[in-house]
DNA sequence: AATAGCTTTTGACCTGCGTCAAAAAATCAT
DNA sequence: ATGATTTTTTGACGCAGGTCAAAAGCTATT
């Protein structure tokens, strides 16, 4: 992992993140350098390990180019939980919340740029711009929509309608992701996956 | 569904509410009488219709004494998606949040008693009290904690686990479900479960 | 460009669980 | 209580999709 403050470019960038925001709050000038101040950029190379199980997962990222994946092991096998891809934050949740260990890793699936919170930076903003706190509430509401809907797809469907409802929603990005990982994202064998995308 | 504000066996039971408040934040005593003017009891005998799809889900009920169900329908079939009890809030979310249509239908298991918070409440207390967005953005954790178990629990298990992962997370409660109502919410069918309960 | 190490595909086989149907048990309404 | 309705149980059967094994394709490294 590489790190770094300096350069325009990535100064720039950083109105990507700006704009996340904006979708769900006013930033006001203040709370732009508060971020400013707090967030860094970090790179990840392909195959990279992003967060380790082993730890508590302490920062946030915001990916800006490149695409991660959330996963535990189960019975020795690497299960997907998650694919975090641009614009949007990656973590361990449950760690990242209660500063305790969780059973998720993140890898990287290809090289990829983000920038980095940290819990207490983050904890800081919370105490000091409530708006950050209504923009917290109101970013899980989206992500939370997502979860119930992966719940219903995932119950009473045959493989095909759950690989039909995972292209739909990762239309982007599905082809970025090899196929026995998106198998173990949906909980079916790959072998299974490999039958379904050859009949179409 | 009969209403009431009087009676102090009432005002002392919301008690219990701001309790649960304090879970996540502390309670103000201006915050408290805030949330006091704006809540009101309400409730539903067994099997009463809760809430409608056909409409806005415009209130979030508080359930005080009870056993909520909601649901949807998929071919023609009743499908439960949650069973929101004692001390947990319950509403059609993303109806609630977006203030649109949502698929979700509500009704009650039992006779139930509840607190009722209608949106535009909950919008002012957003804006004046502050603590409010925390109280939210804290619960919401909660819930997205289990959302997540649950979604690793529906993958890659057989009908017996997915039971006993229901038994674990609803073990208080899951003696007063329906059967029916059970295999619906896990995924499976009803003639499976009633397999897998015998025997034991 | 050749070897090693992954990932995906193809084939054969088998089983968990869904579906359909009907009986038994429980719950409800008069 | 008693008949009607709903819910649960039991049985028979079939298939979607899991498992195991091996071949075929890719990717990376020296």
């Not at 350098?33 to 860094?40: C, E, G, P, T």
């Not at 219903?152 to 095909?160: C, D, E, H, P, V």
């Amino acid at each position: 992992m590489k790190e770094s403050n300096l350069s325009q470019q990535i100064e720039g960038n950083k109105e990507l993140l700006f704009r996340h925001f904006e979708q769900y709050i006013r930033v006001s000038d203040e709370l732009k350098s508060a971020l400013d101040a707090r967030i860094n950029f970090v790179s990840f190379n392909k195959g990279e390990l992003v967060h380790d199980a082993d730890k508590v997962c302490t920062r946030s990222l915001f990916i800006q180019k490149g695409l991660f994946r959330t996963y535990f092991i189960k019975d020795g096998k690497e299960i997907s939980e998650y694919f975090p891809a641009e614009n949007e934050w990656s973590n361990s949740p449950k760690s990242f919340i209660t500063r305790q260990k969780d059973m998720y890793y993140i890898d990287a699936i290809e090289n990829t740029e983000a920038f980095c919170l940290k819990v207490d930076d983050l904890v800081y903003l919370f105490e000091n711009f409530p708006e950050m706190e209504r923009y917290s509430r109101l970013s899980m509401g989206t992500v939370f929509g997502h979860l119930m809907e992966r719940i219903a797809s995932l119950r009473f469907t045959t493989a095909k309608e759950k690989y039909d409802h995972f292209i739909k929603t990762y239309q982007e990005i599905h082809h970025r992701i090899p196929l026995g990982m998106i198998a173990s994202y949906l909980g079916i064998a790959q072998e299974t996956l490999s039958r379904i995308r050859s009949e179409k």
